[in-house]
């Protein structure tokens, strides 16, 4: 199962979203959830890396591991804007897969 959290500030913005686990959906390298997952958040951590100059993913990421936050660094509201828009529409196409796949995917709030 993958598991996402997303935690918002007090603002209702994505801060910071975690995904773990594998979907387990078919075999290695025909799991089409999976393959959704990872092209979504990795390719959206991509963008706004580079889009932005900025790190978006932890350090210890790894096989089963994507854990992207809003970097403190990133003072300039107009540009925290525009990376809070690019998190949010990753939320939205993760909780699509979620949706399509509710047992392979679960998503939730950070409490």
């Known amino acids: 199962?993958?598991?996402?959290?997303?935690?918002?500030?007090?603002?209702?913005?994505?801060?910071?979203?975690?995904?773990?686990?594998?979907?387990?959906?078919d075999k290695h390298g025909k799991d089409i959830v999976c393959a959704a997952v990872s092209g979504i958040s990795i390719g959206m951590v991509n963008a706004i890396e580079q889009l932005f100059g900025v790190q978006m993913h932890a350090e210890n990421d790894g096989d089963g591991k994507v854990d992207c936050r809003l970097p403190n660094e990133v003072r300039d509201p107009e540009q925290r804007e525009k990376i809070g828009l690019l998190l949010e529409a990753m939320v939205v196409s993760l909780q699509n897969v979620a949706d399509e796949f509710p047992s392979y995917v679960k998503i939730s709030e950070w409490k």
């Open 1 to 25: 199962m993958i598991r996402i959290r997303v935690k918002r500030d007090g603002q209702n913005r994505v801060q910071r979203v975690l995904i773990t686990g594998h979907a387990y959906f």
